[in-house]
């Protein structure tokens, strides 16, 4: 079965690269944009399982992103999650009117991320890992 791929589209080279390391070590095949238009134009070139939005972006910002999505019908169904460092109770509602799944608010936890990304994607929720143990024998 081939990863889900997921575009993240976000400004903040810092938040990107450490959601793309998280979600890469995954399994999910990742793909990049760091504004409106090309964020708008990855999402058509590569249609992904899911789409994580930055809200505050050059160019337009994340609504702008999802108003055009909805404009285009190869990708107007992609689930969108938005992360934004923005104030939650201004533009949670909103996002979530505009056809956002979920809302969640920088810094976001890596587990929180990745549940949400499941949820989402109707994947089952993870199980606890645990450690690996080798045995070496005698040394």
Do not use: W
């Not at 055009?68 to 934004?84: D, E, F």
């Amino acid at each position: 079965m081939a990863n889900k791929k997921i575009l993240i589209i976000e400004d903040d080279p810092d938040v990107l690269q450490g959601m793309h390391i998280r979600l890469k070590a995954s399994h999910y095949d990742i793909f990049l944009a760091g504004d409106t238009f090309s964020g708008v134009a990855e999402a058509r070139k590569s249609e992904p399982d899911l789409i994580l939005l930055d809200l505050g972006l050059p160019a337009g910002g994340g609504f702008v992103v999802m108003e055009r999505l909805k404009l285009i019908p190869s990708v107007a169904i992609i689930p969108i999650i938005v992360v934004s460092a923005r104030d939650r109770l201004e533009n949670q509602k909103r996002a979530l009117e505009a056809g956002a799944k979920a809302f969640l608010q920088k810094p976001v936890d890596d587990a929180e991320l990745l549940a949400v990304i499941r949820r989402v994607l109707g994947e089952p929720a993870a199980r606890r890992e645990q450690p690996t143990v080798y045995d070496l024998g005698c040394i």
